[in-house]
């Protein structure tokens, strides 16, 4: 008896060595692979395609894993074996292996939160933002280093309680609306 083990050839990447945007955005396209990756990243290992489906029929009908049927848990299962992870495997982010019933993130796997950063249409990017920070922090600090009025009022020490006050702040709002728009 010999072993099979099935091949999922990778799609052509960027000049970067990545995926390019249109497969990360076809591979994020559905709910279930978007759980997948989710429960990936939170077991942080290798896991077993029965784990992630039983997971993902938790999710998907609002119950605790150990409440989920049989009949879920096999749905879910048939259509990530079939489909889904096969998908994900091919855009390289995840290992898959269907003949021990495994799956694992790639490293391009867990860098997907980044496509997922959701800017309305009157909003700047929060690269854009912490930049317009620092410019005007920096503004700011020389203005009072050459002694210009009224920025000369405020003591160095001052100045760095309010810079930190302004970075620890817009660091709270970008990490409560990065956790709002997380995978899953």
């Known amino acids: 008896m010999t072993s099979q083990h099935t091949i999922i ?20 396209s559905n709910r279930r692979r978007r759980h997948t990756i989710r429960y990936l990243k939170q077991v942080d290992a290798e896991a077993r395609v029965r784990d992630i ?6 999710w998907e009908n609002e119950v605790e894993v150990p409440a989920v049927t049989y009949k879920q848990r096999k749905r879910v299962y048939t259509a990530l074996h079939q489909s889904h992870l096969p998908k994900l495997a ?14 694992s993130l790639t490293d391009e796997g867990r860098d997907l939160d980044v496509y ?20 005007v922090c920096g503004l700011l ?12 009022w405020l003591s160095g020490y001052a100045y760095a309680g309010l810079f930190a006050a302004l970075f620890g702040i ?3 709002v970008h990490r409560t609306v990065t956790r709002r728009n997380r995978i899953g």
């Open 170 to 172: 817009s660091g709270a």
């Open 141 to 152: 600090a020389g203005a009072a280093w050459i002694g210009t009025v009224p920025f000369a």
């Open 116 to 135: 997922l950063e959701i800017v309305g249409q009157n909003e700047i990017l929060w690269g854009e933002y912490y930049l317009g920070l620092g410019v």
């Open 53 to 58: 489906a039983e997971q993902i029929a938790a």
């Open 90 to 103: 091919k855009s390289g982010f995840i290992e898959y292996e269907p003949d021990r019933g495994l799956a």
């Open 9 to 28: 050839e990778k799609p052509p990447v960027n000049e970067s060595g990545e995926p390019s945007r249109d497969e990360v955005f076809s591979a994020l």
